[in-house]
Every structure is written in structure tokens, then in C-alpha cells.
């Protein structure tokens, strides 16, 4: 089973499934459907040119749209049902993963999305972070306002997200602190591998949890198939690290090279750190404190890097930890052509390159 027939397949049924829940012009009746009505009276232009309109510019641009497949292959799994039962709720991990592109642009003063300038860059910092803010929430109307799911069921969703989201921010600021030299440079790889787990692991385990709850899962299995996503959230992070310093500029749609720019400390950095030399290690700190764009640097610090096989390290970790992570569920979900889905989507995610 090719992963790719797999996300087109289901991408295709999201996008429409999101244009509903968040369409391109917000019209009082949508707003009144998402917030009640109005005491006094909305603008529904300034609400549309500030949210929807950003919101779609880069939603329009592509994406994967894994997390949301994700989501819908884990509750057919686990169901053995059809997953455009659950549609309307693919949109919750889709959604909130496009509002946090657009703040980590801001945060990380990042140039290019998906082949073209950030969001902040044409609408401003001020649209930008309040756009991204409301993709953190809106989609929850999806549950709200669902008459098909029952109170122990929302509850559960509910509970699930809020707990997800603090772990978001939770691994962002670590991110964040790390690249901007505040608590210097002897990150562990399990420091950064946790790090992963609550930044790019979180979504993925929220999509997988969402799916296994909707699915009615008991509690250790929505456990067990969050920790598999979890895997394969921090496997994709690897590799979008690996791809941002040796991947094809043209395919990979951000600014190549942007990680030594923001001074992070990828896998790569830190196992490089672990075994280089004095006068490689005090180098390859010296380039990432410069947060510079210079690309004559941003190749050395590459280079440094490629000489003690950072890549190739940084590869077998992530390969590593998925097939460990399968090996969790392989025992208990029932053979189906979903749970194959689900495998090749995880092998996608690490040997993908772009």
C-alpha cells in the first residue's frame, strides 16, 4: 500500500470537510454559529480579512494533511467502520496544526511556508499570531456544537486537548529556549527527543487519541495508539531537520538551511556536539550563535555535521523508534487494510523527502 495514494485519498475529503467548518468569508450566520449572537453587532469584513482570509492563504498552499489521516485510519483500525463517520472531526488536528505554522513562523522569524512568504510577512506579526491563536480553538466548535456525540465522549475529547496543548507550548518553549542561548549549549538527545514528543509529537498523538476515542477505544488502547503517533510525530521531525540542511531547496518549500539560522539544536547538532573535536564542537557553536543567513556559514556548520555522520545517525534513531513504537500495537490491532495504512503512513513519514 503506497502512503501517498493513502493521503491524497483522504486529503481530498478534509479540505472540503474544512471549507465547511472555516469557510473563506465569515457571514453572520457562521459567526453566530461560532461565537452566538451578537450583542451588539459584528464586523463581519474585519473578521474575515483577519482571520479566514490568512487562515486560507496558507491552507491553499498544500500541506500533507498527515495528522488528519492519521486521525481518520486510526478509528477505521480500531472500528473496522467507515472513517467519513468521523469526518467533521479531521478538521480539529489539521486546523490546529496550520494555526501553530503560523506562530512558530513568528516566533522563529522565518522567511518561507510551503514555498512562499510566512503569513506574517503579507498580513503583519499582529494578524498573524491572532489568526493562529483562534486555529487553536475553533475547530472544538466541531464538538461543541456535535448532537451525535454524547457528554462522557466530549468529555473525554475535551480533556484529551486541553492536556495535548499544554504539552505543546510546553515543547515549543523548550525549543525556543534552546535556540536562543538561554540555558547554553549541553542539550541531551533525551532533553530533545521530549522536546519533539511535546512539539511535533503532541498533534500526531491528539489526531491518533481523537480517532481512537471516536472509535470508542477503552483507555489503554487510546494510550497505546498515541504513544505509536507519538513516535512517528518526533520520527517526522527528524527528518524535516534532516531535509532542512540536506534535503532539495526547491522540494522542501522553507527556507533551507533556517534551522543553523535559528540557532536550534536538532539531533544532529547535539550528537555532533557529543563526538566532535574541541575545535569543531567550539565552531559549530560559533555558527548557530550567529543566527546567520550567511550561506557560505550555514554550508560549514553542514559540513561539520555531515563529517561525523550526524545524518546517518539521526536516521537510524528515527527509524528506530517507530519500529519499536509499532511493535506496541502491531499485538492488538486486528489485521485490516487501515492498519496497513497505518504502517505505510509511518514508514512515509521518516523516508520521506520533502
Not at 49 to 65: N, V
Amino acid at each position: 500500500m503506497e502512503a501517498l495514494d493513502v493521503l491524497k485519498r483522504y486529503a481530498a475529503l478534509v479540505n472540503e470537510v474544512i471549507e465547511r467548518y472555516i469557510p473563506r468569508y465569515f457571514s453572520e450566520n457562521y459567526i453566530c454559529w461560532a461565537c452566538g449572537k451578537p450583542r451588539y453587532a459584528y464586523d463581519t469584513e474585519a473578521l474575515t480579512k483577519a482571520i479566514a482570509t490568512p487562515f486560507w492563504d496558507l491552507l491553499d498552499r498544500g500541506g500533507k494533511r498527515w495528522r488528519p489521516s492519521l486521525m481518520l485510519i486510526v478509528y477505521e483500525a480500531i472500528s473496522g467502520r467507515d472513517a467519513r463517520e468521523v469526518l467533521d472531526f479531521a478538521i480539529i488536528p489539521e486546523v490546529i496544526h496550520n494555526g501553530t505554522l503560523i506562530v512558530d513562523d513568528v516566533e522563529d522569524d522565518s522567511e518561507l511556508r510551503r514555498g512562499r512568504p510566512c503569513i506574517h510577512r503579507i498580513y503583519g506579526i499582529d494578524i498573524a499570531i491572532n489568526a493562529g491563536n483562534t486555529m487553536y480553538y475553533l475547530p472544538l466548535m466541531v464538538v461543541l456544537r456535535s448532537d451525535r456525540l454524547d457528554e462522557r465522549t466530549k468529555l473525554r475529547i475535551y480533556e484529551m486537548y486541553i492536556q495535548e496543548m499544554v504539552r505543546l507550548s510546553f515543547g515549543q518553549a523548550m525549543d525556543i529556549a534552546w535556540h536562543r542561548g538561554l540555558r547554553g549549549a549541553d542539550v541531551t538527545e533525551q532533553q530533545y527527543l521530549q522536546m519533539c514528543a511535546y512539539k511535533t509529537g503532541t498533534l500526531a498523538r491528539l489526531a491518533a487519541k481523537l480517532g481512537a476515542i471516536l472509535a470508542g477505544a477503552p483507555d489503554w488502547q487510546v494510550e497505546g495508539i498515541g504513544h505509536f503517533a507519538e513516535a512517528i510525530g518526533v520520527a517526522f521531525q527528524i527528518q524535516d531537520d534532516i531535509l532542512n540542511i540536506a534535503g532539495d531547496p526547491d522540494a522542501y518549500g522553507k527556507e533551507w538551511g533556517g534551522d543553523i539560522t535559528e540557532g536550534k539544536r536538532t539531533l544532529m547538532v547535539i550528537y555532533t556536539l557529543r563526538v566532535a573535536s574541541g575545535e569543531d564542537r567550539k565552531r559549530l557553536l560559533e555558527i548557530l550563535d550567529m543566527h546567520t543567513r550567511d550561506k557560505r556559514l550555514i554550508k560549514e556548520a553542514v559540513g561539520i555535521m555531515k563529517r561525523y555522520g550526524a545524518i546517518e545517525y539521526a536516521k537510524g534513531v528515527a527509524r528506530h523508534m517507530v519500529e519499536e513504537a509499532w511493535s506496541g500495537v502491531d499485538s492488538w490491532l486486528k489485521p485490516s487494510e487501515a492498519k496497513e495504512a497505518l504502517r505505510a503512513l509511518a514508514r512515509f513519514l521518516i523516508e520521506r523527502e520533502f
